[in-house]
């Protein structure tokens, strides 16, 4: 049995970890940790846990009684705590913050793992080096569904041209905490840009794309980090959406040379044959597909040299804790979809 415990436990994807971990047939949740809530029953924070559990959320951090420790905090803060506690060697790290998420690379067979360590937890290409790895960093919700769409044109050498990417986030994307764009009464029935062209997961998508292309295909220039330098750019537009979770993503590619649409549908088919929640889909997706599920769904079109690629994901499971407990079943040498094959609504 897989002993685990959760560091910032009240947020969102603190709540949709327990709910995860509570209904896991092979892992026990011993703490769930919070410093505001100490004492509070999980149930009184997270109210669909009620008749779940009767545990209650502590200050407490008692490493030793886990075999993993998931970290749930804002970015920023994982680095500062890890620096300042002692975490034995034998607990592995679950980090769902972007803060180890840059050099966490682990791709090619001869690469080595970060200099802190840390693995990049994408297994649609980084199965073997999480099954080996000890920490581990979860990838972004964005960056996941922008990924899943774009790796197997990546990987065939097919971007060599600018590419454009529009994305529509739900509410639970900005977290917990209250702000200004959150509120109902401003998100009900409306729509925003946000980040336009600055988005922090530009980073590791960017990266992610770079270590998987071939040698001889054009540089994926990430232009937060390298503004004036050559190569192709991914040009992304975030958009804020009036439901509260699930991503939707368009990703436009102009191809070096026109391809047909079995060819395109033959790519995506054999470069997620073996993954265990990603699927090409033949039919045109809408977002309730993988609300709830830790599917990504993923469909071309292809319009002469220029391909139209959709991925979906639900930003709070394939993009945060669902694939976190899919990077610990493979980390524990389990089954990688124990506790992960949950069911999509139909309506």
């Known amino acids: 049995m897989i002993r685990a415990g959760i560091l910032g436990a009240a947020g969102y994807t603190g709540g949709e970890l327990i709910r995860l971990l509570l209904n896991h047939a092979e892992a026990r949740l011993v703490f769930a940790n919070s410093e505001s809530n100490a004492g509070n029953l999980l149930s009184d924070v997270h109210e669909g846990l009620i008749g779940e559990t009767d545990m209650r959320f502590t200050s407490e951090l008692p490493f030793s009684d886990v075999d993993v420790l998931f970290l749930c905090f804002g970015h920023g803060k994982s680095e500062k705590f890890l620096s300042e506690h002692q975490i034995p060697s034998s607990v592995r790290i679950i980090d769902l913050a972007q803060d180890f998420r840059i050099g966490a690379r682990h791709i090619r067979g001869d690469a080595s793992p970060s200099a802190d360590g840390f693995v990049y937890g994408l297994p649609e290409v980084n199965r073997s080096q999480i099954a080996h790895c000890q920490r581990l960093a979860n990838p972004g919700c964005f960056a996941t569904c922008i990924e899943v769409g ?32 959150t509120h109902f009464s401003w998100r009900e029935g409306n729509i925003s840009v946000y980040k336009l062209f600055s988005h922090q997961h530009l980073h590791e998508i960017c990266q992610t794309l770079n270590e998987i292309k071939p040698a001889a295909a054009p540089h994926i220039v990430d232009t937060l980090s390298e503004p004036e330098a050559e190569g192709v750019t991914i040009d992304f537009i975030p958009y804020r959406g009036d439901f509260a979770r699930g991503i939707f993503c368009t990703e436009v590619v102009r191809l070096p040379e026109a391809i047909s649409q079995e060819e395109a549908e033959k790519l995506y088919k054999n470069f997620y044959e ?36 959709t991925s979906v994901i639900d930003n709070l499971l394939k993009g945060a804790v669902g694939q976190a407990v899919q990077n610990m079943n493979l980390m524990f040498g389990i089954s990688e979809d124990t506790g992960l094959r949950l069911k999509a609504s139909a309506f």
Do not use: M, W
């Not at 097919?158 to 994305?167: Q, R, S, Y």
């Open 150 to 181: 774009l790796l197997p044109l990546a990987k065939a050498g097919l971007l060599t041209a600018d590419v454009c990417v529009n994305a529509l986030t739900g509410s639970t994307g900005a977290g917990q905490k209250p702000a200004a764009t």
């Open 274 to 309: 073996t993954a265990a929640f990603t699927h090409y889909s033949e039919r045109p997706l809408d977002l309730k597909q993988v609300v709830n599920t830790n599917k990504a769904l993923v469909y071309a079109d292809v319009f002469g040299r220029k391909i139209v690629v």
